[in-house]
């Protein structure tokens, strides 16, 4: 069954290749950014070109405005039917003792509020109860949740243990709604996101560790992600599905 669905953070990365993916399935597809509207604009026209429907809203998940306007202009693709609450963003590696406050600010500002924000207008767009079709919610977690991020990200690691507790809580609460809430924690995945905390090459460093003994690539977690989205994962709600090699 064709759908639309909203990707948060769908201009690189695990959103880029979820976007496509949907793309590329015949789905209405809104990429979200942030700032990098040519790489957000490069996802539409991939999409347009493997035949779908697509376009790009820019927005910071951490601005309540922005959300609501996200929600409503990604609503003009179509009802919704699906939302991948996927932006998210680390800082440079750092004990907790030297980290400041503006920096943990950032990251629960983006990672959690933002999160926690999409999640919301989700709910209330896709509601039986408010209108809406129902649908499924996936949320970006991250192995770091149950690992903790020693020594890098401990605050990024808890930030993605909030993912975890609200998936639980929230496919809970809207069940009944007719909405599924699942969420994906990825291991060591090649993406940008490694450089924005000053470890470019951090992916494919450790992801020899893996049992699987290579990084993950943003295409492997968007199949997982897209998967989720879909009708095939009818029954599935409230999980917690590893995305990471084995790690
Ligand atoms: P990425 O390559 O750094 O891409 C981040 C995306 O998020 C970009 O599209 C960016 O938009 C957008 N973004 C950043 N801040 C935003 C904000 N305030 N509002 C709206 N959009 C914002 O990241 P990624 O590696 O694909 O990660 C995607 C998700 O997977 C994140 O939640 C991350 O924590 C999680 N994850 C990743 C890994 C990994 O190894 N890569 C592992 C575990 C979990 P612009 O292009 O406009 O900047």
């Given at each position: 069954?064709?759908?639309?669905?909203?990707v948060?953070?769908?201009?690189?990365?695990?959103?880029?290749?979820?976007?496509?993916?949907?793309?590329?399935?015949?789905?209405?597809?809104a990429v979200?950014?942030?700032?990098?509207?040519a790489?957000?604009?490069?996802?539409?026209?991939?999409?347009?070109d493997?035949?779908?429907?697509?376009?790009?809203?820019?927005?910071?998940?951490?601005?309540?405005?922005?959300v609501?306007?996200?929600?409503?202009?990604?609503?003009?693709?179509?009802?919704?039917?699906?939302v991948?609450?996927?932006?998210?963003?680390?800082?440079?590696?750092?004990?907790?003792?030297?980290?400041?406050?503006?920096?943990?600010?950032?990251?629960?500002?983006?990672?959690?509020?933002?999160?926690?924000l999409?999640?919301?207008?989700?709910?209330r767009?896709?509601?039986?109860?408010?209108?809406?079709?129902?649908?499924?919610?996936?949320?970006?977690?991250?192995?770091?949740a149950?690992?903790?991020?020693?020594?890098?990200?401990?605050?990024?690691?808890?930030?993605?243990?909030?993912?975890?507790?609200?998936?639980?809580?929230?496919?809970k609460?809207?069940?009944?709604?007719?909405?599924?809430v699942?969420?994906?924690?990825?291991?060591?995945?090649?993406t940008?996101?490694?450089?924005s905390?000053?470890?470019?090459?951090?992916?494919?460093?450790?992801?020899?560790?893996?049992p699987?003994?290579?990084?993950?690539?943003?295409?492997?977690?968007?199949?997982?992600?897209?998967?989720?989205?879909?009708?095939?994962?009818?029954?599935?709600?409230?999980?917690l599905?590893?995305?990471?090699?084995?790690?």
């Open positions: 069954m064709t759908k639309t669905i909203l948060t953070g769908g201009s690189r990365g695990i959103g880029r290749s979820t976007a496509i993916l949907a793309g590329r399935m015949g789905w209405s597809v979200n950014y942030a700032r990098n509207k790489a957000a604009d490069e996802v539409v026209a991939a999409i347009a493997a035949g779908g429907k697509a376009r790009a809203i820019r927005g910071d998940v951490s601005v309540e405005a922005d609501v306007s996200m929600f409503e202009q990604a609503s003009e693709l179509g009802t919704l039917d699906g991948v609450v996927n932006a998210g963003i680390v800082a440079p590696a750092s004990k907790l003792m030297d980290m400041d406050t503006a920096r943990m600010r950032r990251i629960f500002d983006v990672n959690v509020l933002g999160a926690y999409c999640a919301r207008e989700a709910v767009h896709l509601a039986r109860s408010r209108g809406g079709n129902g649908g499924s919610i996936v949320l970006l977690s991250s192995a770091a149950r690992i903790g991020g020693p020594n890098e990200y401990v605050d990024y690691a808890g930030s993605k243990g909030a993912m975890d507790t609200l998936t639980i809580g929230l496919s609460e809207v069940g009944p709604e007719g909405i599924r699942n969420a994906i924690r990825p291991g060591l995945i090649e940008e996101i490694h450089a905390g000053g470890q470019p090459d951090r992916a494919q460093r450790l992801g020899v560790t893996a699987l003994g290579r990084a993950g690539t943003a295409d492997e977690v968007g199949e997982a992600i897209v998967w989720l989205l879909s009708d095939a994962s009818s029954y599935v709600t409230g999980s599905l590893d995305v990471t090699g084995g790690r």
